[in-house]
């Protein structure tokens, strides 16, 4: 059973900058893409950037140049580097497998003031 556990959030004002992390128990060695994902109050979540093992990473249009992902898989460990962080970005931030996902975690909430 893979599991999720973000850190890193936290409240920052606009044009501030964050670091998530996400710990995954078990192997995330044999998982070919390892995602980031976002769900702003009252809405559905979506995929902010994925990264495969090798490969072309992807991020939704409204964050690139300014996310960055980033995965060590010697600590089982996947990386969102956040910055010049825009009130639009407020949402609880979540972590898994990109494609067909594994139960979620808690996520990590993440507050931008304008």
């Known amino acids: 059973q893979v599991q999720f556990v973000e850190s890193g959030g936290g409240f920052v004002h606009a044009g501030g900058s964050l670091r998530l992390s996400c710990v995954i128990s078990?192997?995330?060695?044999?998982?070919?893409?390892m995602a980031w994902y976002r769900q702003a109050p009252g809405k559905q979540r979506e995929l902010v950037a994925r990264?495969?093992?090798?490969?072309?990473?992807y991020y939704v249009d409204s964050v690139k140049g300014r996310f960055a992902i980033s995965r060590d898989n010697t600590k089982n460990t996947v990386y969102l580097q956040m910055n010049n962080l825009k009130p639009e970005d407020t949402a609880v931030y979540y972590c898994?497998?990109?494609?067909?996902?594994?139960?979620w975690g808690q996520g990590t909430q993440v507050t931008v003031s304008s």
């Open positions: 990264i495969p093992w090798n490969g072309v990473i």
């Open positions: 078990g192997s995330i060695t044999n998982i070919n893409n």
């Open positions: 898994n497998r990109g494609g067909q996902v594994y139960s």
